[in-house]
């Protein structure tokens, strides 16, 4: 392995240094959304049960101790269930507006790598050939293979590297990009759900106190 980093110049060690980038931010996305998933439909039934026994303060504690921004959603709709639809409404859109940036944090990085990661690639290919032509043009028609060998090599393991990390660092921005969608489907799925009940004929009466 690191005959091959030696053969293909800095570059090989810029896309090496991109793939580690590319890991640790797949994996620590992939450990927050796996922290951050939750059975929406059996939470939201829980909270609506609480609701229906005018019990605030509990369906607010199912909330808090629930990670995750679906729980959050509810939270703020709940903490108005007084107010008119148009309130809570405005409530949950304004956590929402919060949890999506904090659910797509560091996604361009790894969308950037995918990118990079090929370009730096070329940008090697191209360095190799440039040393091979030179090497040509010093030595003259007289080439043999060996003369050239160093220039091919780095052409090479560049286009092989920087294709190696760019391709599963797309497959995975892509994979992370479902997750969200699936958990903003899931928080919108659960607003609607609560602002539905809360503001309905079920909808919690005035005898507790407002938390």
């Not at 026994?53 to 629930?66: G, H, K």
């Not at 995975?172 to 607003?191: F, G, I, K, P, T």
């Amino acid at each position: 392995m690191i005959f091959l980093f030696a053969k293909g110049g800095v570059l090989m060690w810029l896309i090496a240094l991109c793939s580690v980038v590319a890991a640790g931010i797949f994996l620590e996305r992939l450990l927050h959304y796996h922290r951050n998933t939750i059975q929406t439909n059996e939470f939201v039934k829980g909270i609506i049960n609480a609701l229906r026994r005018n019990a605030l303060v509990e369906a607010l504690s199912i909330c808090e101790e629930t990670p995750g921004p679906v729980a959050s959603v509810v939270k703020a709709a709940i903490t108005r269930y007084d107010r008119s639809r148009e309130e809570i409404q405005d409530a949950i859109e304004e956590v929402g507006l919060l949890e999506v940036p904090r659910l797509e944090k560091n996604l361009v990085g790894l969308a950037t790598v995918a990118h990079i990661a090929p370009l730096l690639g070329l940008l090697g290919t191209v360095i190799g050939f440039i040393s091979c032509f030179r090497t040509i043009a010093h030595i003259g028609s007289f080439v043999h293979v060996g003369d050239v060998a160093d220039g091919v090599w780095m052409a090479l393991l560049n286009t092989a590297g920087g294709l190696a990390v760019a391709i599963p660092a797309y497959v995975a921005y892509n994979y992370l990009v479902s997750r969200v969608d699936v958990l903003v489907l899931d928080m919108e799925r659960a607003a609607t759900e609560i602002v539905a009940f809360l503001t309905g004929s079920e909808r919690p009466g005035n005898g507790p106190t407002k938390p």
